[in-house]
């Protein structure tokens, strides 16, 4: 038996392992989670420095000709059709990486700044930015007293082994009447459930989300008008040598299923 980091509700063993680590099920919102991983350290700057994460961030940046195009990607395209934005809106994105989001949202006219506690992403992504990004921790952000009109937190909750006191942190964050934007993986997803990337396994992800349990954590956080949505992607590559393995998964696996979730709430 375990508690639930969500909820706090109880939740029991799944039967099922990812990365060698146990996955409990909650019995009240859903959440899947690894409390054996919770207190093992991860390298970030190691995870950040993955082939598919140099070629899908750090290579997608260095190329871009034109940063509107990554608003349209899967991940980022609900921000852009759901965030209100105000004039000379600020936006904080937590977790930013090398920038590839900060740079849409600022090509689109947010006043953006990006923080992540890796200094190797935060140096790369310099190189690129035109705008502010900082190498940092969300308690040292917010000991500096700012505030935004919006707070976004790509892929970033399911690495928390408390994700509500984040959520918590992000609407301190805000200034009146100000939003949050969040995306996790989609457990009810099998790409998911079977995944192999390491850096989609605990102890690098250690919670997992449904539908039911990012909205849960929302509301324990005080948040309001919230809304929960699904990312739809993969997509058929552009790349030859990923088309077989597309195409095989398809066939093994069946209709997709939306590989993401999205959020969006008031503070």
Known sequence: MARCPVCEGKAIPSGRELGGFKLYACLSCELRFAPEAFDVAVNYTDVYETPEYIESQVEAVANCADPRTFADMASYRPFFQCARQPVGAT????????????????????NVGGIDISERAISIGRRYAKFSMRNMSIEELLARDERYDVATAFEV???????????????????????????????????????????????????????????EAARRADLRNIVVGEIWCDSFPAKWSRRARWI??????GPRSPLGLWLHASG
């Open 91 to 110: 936006l904080i994105d937590l977790g930013c990486g090398v920038g590839r989001f900060c740079q849409a949202a600022s090509a689109y006219g947010w």
């Open 157 to 215: 909750l399911e690495h928390l082994s408390n994700p509500g006191k984040f959520l918590v942190q992000m609407r301190t964050l805000l200034k009146p009447d100000g939003q949050i934007f969040c995306t996790v993986p989609n457990w009810n997803c099998s790409e998911v459930q079977n995944a192999i990337q390491r850096d989609w396994l605990p102890p690098i992800h250690l919670l997992f989300f449904t539908k039911s349990s990012l909205a």
């Open 248 to 253: 095989v998964r398809r066939i093994l696996r």
